[in-house]
T-cell receptor, first 114, second 111 residues
C-alpha cells in the first residue's frame, strides 16, 4: 500500500457518460498529480494541484476537469466520454510542488468506455 | 513535451544476469528519477538522483547520471524474475513544475 488511495479501481461506462475518479493523497502530501496511461500514448500528465490550487495543466482535454478539496483529496471528472478515453488513470502525490520531489503513485483506476 | 526517452524499448535476460537501461533527455535538469511499474499497477519510485550527483545506489540498483551527455542509466544487478516490469525515467518539464515520463523499458527476466 503506497498510501495514495484511488477509487474506484475499475469503471466500465458507456460513451457520452460522465464519471468521477477520486484520489486521496499520502498523509502529509500537499501536491496531487493526475496522469493518463494508454498503450499508444504512454504516461501523459494531465493536471497538478498543490494545497487546493491548480498549479499546472498538461494534455488535459476540455471535457476533463479536476479539483482538490480542503481535505486535500482530489477528483478528476471526465465527461462526454469517448472510446479513446479508455485508459488507466493514475493519481500521484508528493510533499511539495515542482520537479524536486519523488512521486507516490496510487494503484490507478482502469476506465473502460464501451 | 517528452523530455526523457529510455533505451532499449524492451530487454529480455536470464535470472542472475545484470540489466542496464538508459535514459536520454534534452534540456538541463536538476534531478532525474527512475520508477518501476508492474503490469497494470501503479508506478513505484526507485531512485532520485540530483544533477550534482554522478552515481547513486539502492540495494541491487545503481543509477548514474552524466549531465554532459544528458543521459542516465539504471543497472539492476543479479536480476530476479520479480524484477520483470517496465522501468521509466522521469525528468522535470521545461518549467520545472512536473515530471515527464519516457515511454519506458520493458524488462523481462526469465527463470
Amino acid at each position: 500500500d503506497s498510501g495514495v488511495t484511488q477509487t474506484p479501481k475499475h469503471l466500465i461506462t458507456a460513451t457520452g457518460q460522465r464519471v468521477t475518479l477520486r484520489c486521496s493523497p499520502r498523509s502529509g502530501d500537499l501536491s496531487v498529480y493526475w496522469y493518463q496511461q494508454s498503450l499508444d500514448q504512454g504516461l501523459q500528465f494531465l493536471i497538478h494541484y498543490y494545497n487546493g490550487e491548480e498549479r499546472a495543466k498538461g494534455n488535459i482535454l476540455e471535457r476533463f476537469s479536476a479539483q482538490q478539496f480542503p481535505d486535500l483529496h482530489s477528483e478528476l471528472n471526465l465527461s462526454s466520454l469517448e472510446l479513446g478515453d479508455s485508459a488507466l488513470y493514475f493519481c500521484a502525490s508528493s510533499t511539495g510542488s515542482g520537479g524536486l520531489y519523488g512521486y507516490t503513485f496510487g494503484s490507478g483506476t482502469r476506465l473502460t468506455v464501451v | 513535451s517528452q523530455q526523457g526517452e529510455e533505451d532499449p524499448q524492451a530487454l529480455s535476460i536470464q535470472e542472475g544476469e545484470n540489466a542496464t537501461m538508459n535514459c536520454s533527455y534534452k534540456t538541463s535538469i536538476n534531478n532525474l528519477q527512475w520508477y518501476r511499474q508492474n503490469s497494470g499497477r501503479g508506478l513505484v519510485h526507485l531512485i532520485l538522483i540530483r544533477s550534482n550527483e554522478r552515481e547513486k545506489h539502492s540495494g541491487r540498483l545503481r543509477v548514474t547520471l552524466d549531465t554532459s551527455k544528458k543521459s542516465s542509466s539504471l543497472l539492476i544487478t543479479a536480476s530476479r524474475a520479480a524484477d520483470t516490469a517496465s522501468y521509466f525515467c522521469a525528468t522535470p518539464d521545461n518549467y520545472g513544475q512536473n515530471f515527464v515520463f519516457g515511454p519506458g523499458t520493458r524488462l523481462s527476466v526469465l527463470p
